[in-house]
Structures are given as structure tokens and as C-alpha cells.
């Protein structure tokens, strides 16, 4: 196959990055020079386990697809990326015939830039992308959609671990657009009475008081987590309050700058000092604030590891990021960088040190493949990638089957991956922003 044929394949398949932003797929591996291409399994978010629920599951598949797509990209090193301490799951990728790269097992393994530095020994300029160094990385998911992509199916499910304060924790395959709170019942329902709800993993996912929202294709968790815990604390904080606390609770002590995950593989992301810039308008240089830029959004800078008062740098960092992109300031970066901090083996956080310190150790279990799921309605997001949303192309009453296309990326070379119904059934409601359909049985 060649490669414009594959990158046509995958853009009607819909893939998107699984996990994270949704950037399509076929935009990140249409790229010319590259030289090694990753696929990233360090699955570092405490208490997910989807990843290795698909090295169990498909191995052969995903070994044979990464060998496909990294001999189309043109790379000479194809590489899975994942944690020592998953024996098992090394050794099935290594008798498939996979090269294997062994990571140490702490927080956040799972930052591609951080991985790269880790697998290759080369640093992704400030501000830039893995493609400046010569790589491409996918996650173990995206790499699973693009080799069904490859044989013509579209993504329409997506695998979910349906865990915390749950009777049965599990990993489940499921259509886009199934509500989350039919998994959790399905897991045997929650275990704790003040329960909220994260939408990923616990340290970079979003926090919300209901179950009751669809799953896209980045949902990679259901995690139930009680009402009065840090976490959900510092996520659900108003970010006006933080601003305040910065300015006036900030002591300047640098922890947050000591553990940031960013600053220690060399990056110039200072975090204490966009807290002084918070509490010192004088100080909001374009040298100071640009830094936020370079933030993982990781949280290990706040009051869970880093700081003793208790605050959050990295959401004064979500703050500016997103004042910036609505008012599309650009900034240049063009620090020479020297590579990782010498310190920084002696200041990584053990996952399992994390897990304690964020109150989840109770809830750290495996969590097997439980089989897929089928519900009776689905509501599918027009918008489930970076870019515009799609346009809705079916109507209500229209039946539909597996796999067709329901929604399409706007005219005039918009960034976009069209959308599929992900079940047999007939439409039941359009809107701008989604599709419900009434699943048909049998
Ligand atoms: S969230 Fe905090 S620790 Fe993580 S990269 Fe951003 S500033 Fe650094
Ligand atoms: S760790 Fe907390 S108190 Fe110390 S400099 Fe950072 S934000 Fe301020």
C-alpha cells in the first residue's frame, strides 16, 4: 500500500489521536524526514488500564499495524514504549516480533516529549513538535484504530477503564457515544456515597458531579472518585479563587519549579515565577508568561506533590494557555537547550508513590478485559477531534448501520475527521453539536 493511499484511509476512518486533543491522525503521518516512530504504552495516568487490556487482547495486530505504518512513514526504528514492570505484556510484544523500550515507573512516563527524550536521547525544541527531532508517536489505542482503519472500518468504539469506587473495575470496549453512567452501573455501581466523576485519568482528566455525558473517541476512563478528596479540590476550585490565592498565598518557596516534569528534562518553565507574575503585574513579562506555554498541564507542580500551600500553578498555567490561544498571541521560542536536569533522576515520582499521595491506593487494582458492551442509545459529539466540528448529514428518522458516516469535516481544508454512527439503528435527534440514535436490536 502506498502511503497516500493509507493517509486516505485513515482520514475516512476518522482516527484521531486517543487521548489528548483528538489531532486526525492522518495529518501527524503525513510527514516527511522521520526516522523513528514510538508507540506510547507508558499508560502513566494512576488507575487506568486500557492499554494493557489491548497488549493482552491484541498484540499480533497492533506489532503487525505499528510495523506497517512505520515502514510507510519511512522510519528505521519502530519502538513500543512501555513500563518495566509490565512483564507479561513485554513478552507477548517481544514473541510478536516487537522492539520493545523498558521505562522506569513513574509520573508522567507518558509525556511524549518526555518520552522521546527518554527512548531517542533527543530533546523536541521548546514550543515545537516530535517531528522537529525526526518522530512520530502514537498511543497504543490510535495505533489499534489505524490498523482497523487500514482494513476499511471506521472508529466507532472506544476502550474504557471503568474504575475507583466501583463494585467490579474493568476495562470495556464501547460505541462512541455511549453515557458514561450506563459503564459505571454496568461496573456494579458506585461503592461511595459522595461520588464525582472523572472523564480520564484522575491527575489530567476532567472532574464532574454527573455521569450522565457520552464517551468520544479520546475517552480512555470512567474513574469515581469521592467529593472530598484533594483532587477533586484542586480541579473543581474556581480559577478566580486560584488567582487570588496565588497572589497572596504564594511564599516563593520554587517546590512547584524543583518537581516540574517540564523544567527537569530542561525546559525553561519556571512555574514560581508565573505565580510571582500573578501576584507582581510588573513581572507579566512575555518572558515569564510564555512559559505557561510549555506546561503538560502533568499537576505534579500543585499541593499533590509540589506545593506546601496548597496551591495549583498549573491551572494559573491552563489559565493564561487559554487567554493566549483566544487571543492567538504567538510566542517565539529559541532557547538553546541543554538536556535533562542532573538532578532529575533523584526527583521523579514512583507511580506508586503518587497513587498513595492522591488517596487512590485503595482503588489501584488490575482491572481485566470485561468484553464489549452494547447500549440501547447513543449520542455521538460532533466535535471529538482539534479543529471544527463536523457537520451532520444525516436526519431524524433516517436509519443508519455501523460504521456510516453521520458527520463530515466543513469545506475548504478544515482540520477535521468525519464522524460514524457507531451502532445499527435510526437517528432520534440532530443538533449542531451531536447525533442520538435509537440502537436496533438483533
Ligand atoms: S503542570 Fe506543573 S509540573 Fe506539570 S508541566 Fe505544568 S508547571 Fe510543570
Ligand atoms: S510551590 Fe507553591 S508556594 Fe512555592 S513557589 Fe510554587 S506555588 Fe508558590
Redesign the pocket.
Known amino acids: 500500500m502506498t502511503a497516500p493511499n493509507l493517509l486516505d484511509k485513515i482520514l475516512a476512518a476518522g482516527v484521531v489521536g486517543a487521548g489528548g486533543a483528538g489531532f486526525p491522525t492522518h495529518v501527524k503521518l503525513s510527514a516527511d524526514g522521520v526516522h523513528t516512530y514510538l508507540i506510547n504504552g507508558a499508560e502513566c495516568e494512576p488507575l487506568l488500564r486500557n492499554n494493557m487490556a489491548l497488549f493482552d487482547e491484541k498484540t499480533p495486530f497492533l506489532v503487525e499495524t505499528a510495523h506497517k505504518i512505520g515502514s510507510i512513514l519511512g522510519a528505521e526504528r519502530v519502538t513500543f514504549c512501555v513500563k518495566r514492570k509490565h512483564v507479561f505484556q513485554i513478552d507477548k510484544l517481544r514473541l510478536a516480533g516487537a522492539d520493545v523500550f523498558e521505562m522506569d515507573d513513574y509520573y508522567p512516563a507518558g509525556d511524549e516529549i518526555i518520552m522521546i527524550q527518554e527512548a531517542t536521547g533527543l530533546t523536541v525544541p521548546e514550543g515545537g513538535l516530535p517531528l522537529q527531532v525526526g518522530v512520530v508517536v502514537n498511543n497504543v489505542e490510535t495505533l489499534y484504530n489505524l490498523g482497523r482503519a487500514v482494513e476499511d472500518s471506521p472508529v466507532t468504539r472506544t476502550w474504557v477503564t471503568v474504575g475507583g469506587a466501583v463494585a467490579n473495575p474493568g476495562v470495556w470496549s464501547v460505541p462512541i457515544g455511549t453515557i458514561a453512567s450506563e459503564l459505571v452501573a454496568l461496573a456494579g455501581g458506585e461503592t461511595i456515597s459522595n461520588p464525582v466523576y472523572v472523564d480520564g485519568g484522575p491527575m489530567t482528566g476532567t472532574y464532574r458531579k454527573s455521569a450522565k455525558f457520552p464517551l468520544g473517541k479520546r475517552s480512555n476512563g470512567i474513574l469515581v472518585v469521592p467529593s472530598d478528596s484533594a483532587l477533586v479540590r484542586y480541579e473543581t476550585m474556581p480559577v478566580e479563587t486560584m488567582v487570588r490565592q496565588a497572589r497572596y498565598a504564594?511564599?516563593?518557596?520554587?517546590?512547584?519549579t524543583m518537581v516540574c516534569s517540564r523544567n527537569l528534562i530542561g525546559y525553561e518553565l519556571e512555574?514560581?515565577k508565573v505565580?510571582r507574575a500573578m501576584a507582581y503585574p510588573e513581572q507579566r513579562t512575555p518572558e515569564i508568561l510564555k512559559m505557561a506555554m510549555l506546561c503538560s498541564d502533568c499537576n505534579l507542580?500543585s499541593g499533590l506533590h509540589?506545593?506546601?500551600?496548597q496551591?495549583s500553578?498549573r491551572r494559573i498555567n491552563q489559565l493564561l494557555k487559554a487567554s493566549f490561544r483566544e487571543k492567538k498571541v504567538n510566542f517565539s521560542f529559541d532557547k538553546a537547550l541543554d538536556g535533562p536536569d542532573e538532578n532529575r533522576p533523584y526527583r521523579l515520582l514512583p507511580s506508586k508513590r503518587l497513587v498513595r499521595r492522591i488517596g487512590l491506593a485503595r482503588w489501584d487494582v488490575d482491572c481485566p478485559f470485561m468484553g464489549e458492551y452494547a447500549p440501547l442509545r447513543v449520542d455521538i459529539a460532533m466535535g471529538q477531534h482539534i479543529g471544527a466540528p463536523c457537520i451532520p448529514i444525516v436526519q431524524v428518522g433516517q436509519a443508519v448501520s455501523e460504521g456510516q458516516t453521520i458527520g463530515v469535516v466543513p469545506e475548504g481544508g478544515a482540520l477535521g475527521a468525519p464522524v460514524h454512527s457507531s451502532v445499527n439503528g435510526s437517528v432520534e435527534s440532530v443538533s449542531d453539536s451531536s447525533v442520538v440514535i435509537k440502537a436496533r436490536r438483533g
Do not use: E, K, N
Open positions: 504564594c511564599c516563593q518557596c520554587t517546590q512547584c512555574p514560581h505565580m507542580c509540589g506545593c506546601p500551600m496551591l500553578p
